[in-house]
């Protein structure tokens, strides 16, 4: 039994053993592309903590030196690609910035969701494909975006990159800003032209937020567009939503600082670094006319974006993060495809990469279903060979007896298995209480039934030891594709979820998870099939066995009526 139980436990070591190279060689999307960059959103508590789905966030990637190979990408950067953690979904992407000699680049990606409390939201940038053409920039804030600038431009009018809007002035560059060039503005006005876009009905919803790194604190305008107006006054940032106005925040001047306001659901809410610093009852008046950035304003401004939605805390949260100094929020990896092994793990590797939590425990619980399986099939089988084994020895010495059965105990050590010797060994202590020593044939037919009831018995305690065990293998049959059908249909409901939740429904975000949520049923099954081979096989055996012991009891009573009953 000990090297049975050391064989199975040196099967499952080797089992993990050989999945762990599996789960350790990651999907790579494309073999002509030899190096990337994985860069992941921390939505937990060690990152910026998040309650609830973000979906339709744009966030600005930085590449450098430190987590991009710049040598083995184009020197124009025309091979970047950005493929979504399923290794399968190109995701749309815009760069703003790509300097190879300088090893520095900018790029906008938009992402379906970012999921909340979880490590692994990953996004992968490709490069170093010699052959790639550069594909055209994406346009990420075509639609649901009001007027969006990054400030980026050489010289010139700044550009809603939105809409298509350029403001009627020149705007001076600082070229160290935030993400690269800001607007450097020195108390003058800078203006974006009325027009269609920039209107919006009273009582509408709509989110401004915007980074600033003021020289002074004390006072300024950061931005008017009609009755709203968001400005600095003692340090304290100010919103004005017609008469109604909210006060809050602390903003240190020569520090980089997103604010922002949110308005919608009857309140006007201020955010600086993505908390709420303010709240008050508020609905938006009605907005029309050109926008003015910085009339008595002296610093930096830069990322300006103004939404048609009410825009969550999770939201500023995640975008003030995601485009400020690098933090807690995005880690970024390089690896190649040299680094991470064969570039193309099979069809195996991908179901088991995108198998969900639920589908995994469904999937331990039945590989525990499995080894006890195999452990109850080879333990039985053992036993049920040894015991017709040394049944048939015993059966022979039996049956080559021609006078006195109590000697037959005198080869015990021959059949320590045999079942049909137990109940020898039963009947000839019924034989021996009945003070038998010879061939007195002194058993009325009482005493034989009562021989042959005591018999029974124990030939009853003998097949419930046949059969111990084999209760599990038919939990094994049954039960096992039932769990693995739970976690199929789990695994199912939470793949729809997630692209119900991210909007995207391209068969490449949908494939990989219904396809490893199937995985549990093939478990289920695996789990099942040898359960029911072994589990016929073995009853087979032990109803032979059954029948033995049930003519075995005849022929002994009847042996022991012919040599000891009354005539």
């Not at 003030?320 to 991470?340: D, I, N």
């Amino acid at each position: 039994m000990s090297r049975i139980n050391r064989a199975f436990r040196g099967a499952a070591l080797g089992a993990v053993l050989a999945v762990l190279p599996m789960l350790a060689n990651a999907a790579w999307w494309n073999k002509d592309w030899t190096t990337r960059t994985r860069i992941t959103l921390n939505t937990t508590a060690a990152g910026v903590e998040t309650r609830e789905s973000v979906a339709g966030l744009v966030v600005a990637v930085r590449l450098h030196s430190g987590n991009f190979d710049f040598t083995a990408a184009k020197e124009d950067g025309s091979d970047l690609r950005i493929v979504a953690a399923d290794e399968k979904t190109p995701l749309p992407f815009a760069v703003e910035r790509y300097d190879g000699i300088n090893e520095l680049g900018l790029i906008w990606v938009a992402l379906p969701a970012v999921v909340p409390g979880t490590d692994k939201n990953t996004i992968n940038v490709y490069a170093g494909n010699a052959k790639a053409v550069a594909e055209p920039p994406a346009r990420l804030f075509a639609s649901g975006v009001t007027l969006l600038a990054h400030f980026g431009e050489a010289d010139g009018p700044a550009l809603d990159e939105a809409r298509g809007l350029k403001t009627e002035q020149p705007v001076i560059r600082e070229n160290n800003g935030l993400l690269g060039a800001s607007a450097r503005l020195a108390g003058e006005t800078v203006v974006f032209p009325a027009g269609e876009s920039l209107a919006a009905a009273a009582g509408a919803p709509v989110t401004v937020t915007f980074w600033i790194k003021p020289d002074s604190v004390a006072g300024g305008t950061l931005l008017q567009w009609g009755a709203l107006r968001l400005a600095l006054a003692e340090g304290k940032l100010v919103g004005q939503l017609g008469t109604t106005r909210v006060e809050g925040g602390s903003l240190p001047p020569a520090t980089w600082a997103q604010v922002g306001l949110v308005v919608g659901s009857g309140k006007a809410a201020l955010f600086v670094n993505g908390a709420k610093a303010a709240e008050a009852d508020a609905a938006l008046p009605a907005l029309a006319g050109p926008l003015t950035l910085g009339p008595g304003y002296a610093g930096l401004i830069d990322e300006l974006q103004i939404l048609p939605a009410q825009r969550s805390a999770d939201f500023l949260r995640l975008l003030a993060a995601s485009q400020g100094a690098e933090g807690k929020l995005v880690t970024s990896v390089r690896e190649s495809a040299a680094e991470t092994g064969d570039a193309d793990p099979g069809y195996m590797g991908v179901l088991v990469k995108n198998l969900t939590t639920d589908a995994w425990v469904v999937i331990v619980i039945l590989g525990l279903m499995f080894v006890l399986a195999c452990w109850v099939m080879v333990t039985k089988a053992a036993f049920v060979s040894r015991a017709d084994r040394d049944n048939r020895g015993f059966l022979h010495r039996f049956r080559a007896s021609t006078a006195d059965l109590l000697h037959l105990e005198e080869g015990a050590a021959r059949h320590p298995q045999s079942s049909l010797y137990r109940l020898y060994q039963s009947g000839v202590r019924e034989l021996k209480k009945r003070d038998i020593g010879g061939k007195t044939p002194n058993l009325s037919g009482a005493a034989l039934n009562a021989m042959k009831a005591s018999i029974d018995a124990d030939l009853v305690r003998e097949s419930h030891r046949l059969n111990s065990g084999m209760v599990l293998l038919t939990i094994a049959i049954s039960g096992g594709p039932f769990l693995g059908l739970l976690g199929t249909v789990a695994g199912v409901m939470i793949t729809f979820a997630a692209i119900a939740v991210a909007g995207d429904v391209n068969v490449n975000a949908i494939a990989p998870g219904i396809a490893s949520a199937l995985l549990a049923t093939v478990a289920g099954l695996v789990v099942a099939i040898p359960a029911l081979f072994g589990y016929n096989y073995l009853a087979s055996r032990i109803k032979n066995i059954s029948a033995d012991m049930q003519i075995f009891v005849d022929e002994f009573v009847t042996r022991v009526a012919e040599l000891y009953g009354q005539p």
